[in-house]
Nanobody, 119 residues
Framework: QVQLVESGGGLVQAGGSLRLSCAASGSIFSVNSAAWYRQAPGKQRELVAAITRGGSRNYGDSVKGRFTISRDVAKNTVYLQMNSLKPEDTAVYYC?????????????WGQGTQVTVSS
């Protein structure tokens, strides 16, 4: 079973930046699309950003223009650059692989990485 390990979260002031990383134990990202999700307290997990095998990117409306998803296939790692952070971005961030639809992930959920944005 492929393991996903997210890192890079932390406490940052509004307007700041963070770069999240997601490392896979296998080559799941080299043959599948990848996405970042987040879950705030009391809310459902939501899609933040996705990148297809072909490199096409999609973003949630609330993060467009501020977040950038990228990947390094050779390192089996996916990144999320987050700029101009807002308090409403506070959540636990998770990554996963998918094929076809971001609603159907291929890996087990990792521990996630906590992002806290103070006002």
């Amino acid at each position: 079973q492929v393991q996903l390990v997210e890192s890079g979260g932390g406490l940052v002031q509004a307007g700041g930046s963070l770069r999240l990383s997601c490392a896979a134990s296998g080559s799941i990202f080299s043959v599948n699309s990848a996405a970042w999700y987040r879950q705030a307290p009391g809310k459902q997990r939501e899609l933040v950003a996705a990148i297809t095998r072909g490199g096409s990117r999609n973003y949630g409306d609330s993060v467009k223009g501020r977040f950038t998803i990228s990947r390094d296939v050779a390192k089996n790692t996916v990144y999320l650059q987050m700029n101009s952070l807002k308090p409403e971005d506070t959540a636990v961030y998770y990554c996963n692989a998918y094929r076809g639809s971001t609603d159907y992930v291929l890996g087990s959920w990792g521990q996630g990485t906590q992002v806290t944005v103070s006002s």
